[in-house]
């Protein structure tokens, strides 16, 4: 019998014997699984780690966000009862201000980066406050800290641009061109007498 024949059984043709090494490879190659988890995990391992990291920076700009409005509720309320204004001079108002925002949001946000927009008016319906952003850039040059006398309507405007790993990918978070996030918070109430 040649070489390259294999013994053919009854009503068989004979197969070369090359052929059937070759089967036997593909068999082999097909059936080992030794490297198929690297390659599962090449292709769900940054879906998972992109959803696990967006998730975890969401909720950390909803704590930013949380701590701004609380620290606008202190101010508020250092305001509203007239003990800002009883510091007298303005750089003073300003720092008895920002102290109270800081104790509520200064565990999260730096308060050093945090932009006032404080306006006193003598009714709600006049109560028209300027937009800082425009164009999609945040500008901080027309803000102002007018803490108003008793009984005058006070606006108070909070602002603080984060930047943001998940906005370079995901647009909806972003609100600023730069790819930066601005959280704000605001207040409107009337001072008392």
């Known amino acids: 019998m040649s070489e390259f024949c294999v013994p053919a059984q009854a009503g068989e043709l004979p197969a070369r014997r090359d052929t059937r090494r070759r089967s036997g490879f593909a068999r082999r190659f097909l059936r080992d699984r030794s490297g198929n988890i690297a390659v599962e995990f090449a292709f769900v391992g ?23 409005d609380a620290g606008v509720e202190e101010a508020k309320r250092v305001v509203m ?25 200064g565990w999260i946000i730096p308060c050093g980066e945090v932009k006032f927009d404080v306006r ?11 937009n800082p952003v425009a164009g999609g850039v945040f500008n901080s040059a027309g803000m102002q800290f007018n803490p108003g006398t008793p009984n005058q309507i006070v606006v108070i405007r909070a602002y603080y641009e984060t930047t943001s790993l998940t906005a370079a990918i995901r647009n909806d978070v972003a609100n600023l061109t730069n790819g930066n996030v601005l959280l704000a918070g605001s207040a409107a109430f009337k001072n008392e007498p």
């Open 120 to 130: 006193a008016f003598t009714s709600f319906t006049g109560a028209a406050m300027p």
């Open 46 to 68: 940054p879906v998972f780690f992109g959803l696990l990291f967006g998730i975890l920076e969401t909720g950390l700009l909803y704590l930013k966000a949380t701590a701004i």
């Open 81 to 105: 009862t007239g003990q800002v204004q009883a510091e007298g001079t303005p750089t003073l108002q300003f720092d008895k201000f920002k102290a109270a925002f800081c104790d509520q949001a």
